[in-house]
T-cell receptor
């Protein structure tokens, strides 16, 4: 079990460019979550998947944000036309849903800097 | 919207001392989680509290949950420098599928 992995770990982009981040969850976990964390704050929920179904996306920050999990394994988070306010740490987490609670295991995060 | 508040936000304490971090939340939940985050790193799960009166201990840290008061505490006993980190509590709102995090408590243990 290698834990949740994310790629890249750091991304610097210019305003207006599109970026895509990848998350690989723990292998037996069927739920996958995306969070955003800005400096000095706790993580803020964005969206989550159960298997390949995206069951909650109303908290995606704008229509520039989208996420996919096409085969129920890895997931991607895309931000189009990045803005400086998008600079943050993007965290992915996974959990195993038949449990009646949702202890989430977090990846190392992707730190995005928009210049 | 569920709100989770922690206090204090910043805590500087000497090695060997005891202290408690408080986590209040605004709506009914039976599940509360504590995480630790080191600077520039991701979150490490510390405790999962699943019922009223739950108490869990690991080393110098002990967490408890009072669902009636909507309060959880994280007690630090005889602090050591290695405990320096930011501690977050998070609540799993019943029926929702995501965690709501507090703003964190940044703990610095001074030798």
């Amino acid at each position: 079990d290698t834990g949740v992995s994310q790629d890249p770990r750091h991304k610097i982009t210019k305003r207006g460019q599109n970026v895509t981040f990848r998350c690989d969850p723990i292998s037996e976990h069927n739920r996958l979550y995306w969070y955003r964390q800005t400096l000095g704050q706790g993580p803020e929920f964005l969206t989550y998947f159960q298997n390949e179904a995206q069951l909650e996306k109303s908290r995606l920050l704008s229509d520039r944000f989208s996420a996919e999990r096409p085969k129920g394994s890895f997931s991607t988070l895309e931000i189009q036309r990045t803005e400086q306010g998008d600079s943050a740490m993007y965290l992915c987490a996974s959990s195993y849903s038949p449990r009646d609670f949702y202890e989430q295991y977090f990846g190392p995060g992707t730190r995005l800097t928009v210049t | 919207e569920l709100k989770v508040e922690q206090n204090p936000l910043f805590l500087s304490m000497q090695e060997g001392k005891n202290y408690t971090i408080y986590c209040n939340y605004s709506t009914t939940s039976d599940r509360l989680y504590w995480y630790r985050q080191d600077p520039g790193k991701s979150l490490e799960s510390l405790f999962v509290l699943l019922s009223n009166g739950a108490v869990k201990q690991e080393g110098r840290l002990m967490a408890s949950l009072d669902t009636k008061a909507r309060l959880s505490t994280l007690h630090i006993t005889a602090a050591v420098h290695d405990l320096s980190a930011t501690y977050f509590c998070a609540v799993d709102k019943t029926g929702a599928n995501n965690l709501f995090f507090g703003t964190g408590t940044r703990l610095t243990v001074i030798p």
